[in-house]
């Protein structure tokens, strides 16, 4: 199976960077779409940003311009640098990947989350 690993989450002031890490372990043929999605207590998981395996990326408005999505294709890893983080970024950060294993099954798998907190 896969296995998705996040690190990098903490508790920043407003203003400030972070960059979560997020890496693939396991029967790994190909990843497709690398994704990061975000979450707070009683609302929808929403996208964040992605990348593609041609390097296409795209963003939710709110963090345009804020957010930077990148991926290493040898290390199987994704990550969201994260800069002028507000109070409302607060929220426990996901990856996702759409991954093709070895045995040629298509899976979907979501990593533990991170908690993103931005406080004074």
């Known amino acids: 199976q896969v296995k998705l690993v996040e690190t990098g989450g903490d508790l920043v002031q407003p203003g400030g960077s972070l960059r979560l890490s997020c890496a693939a372990a396991?029967?790994?043929?190909?990843?497709?779409?690398m994704a990061w999605y975000r979450q707070t207590s009683g609302k929808q998981r929403e996208l964040v940003a992605s990348?593609?395996?041609?390097?296409?990326?795209t963003y939710a408005d709110s963090v345009k311009g804020r957010f930077y999505i990148s991926r290493n294709y040898d290390e199987r890893t994704v990550y969201l640098q994260m800069d002028s983080l507000r109070p409302e970024d607060t929220a426990v950060y996901y990856c996702?990947?759409?991954?093709?294993?070895?045995?040629?099954?298509?899976?979907?798998?979501w990593g533990q989350g991170t908690q993103v907190t931005v406080s004074s």
């Open positions: 996702h990947d759409e991954v093709l294993t070895v045995f040629l099954q298509t899976l979907a798998p």
């Open positions: 396991g029967s790994i043929g190909r990843i497709d779409t």
């Open positions: 990348v593609t395996a041609s390097g296409r990326t």
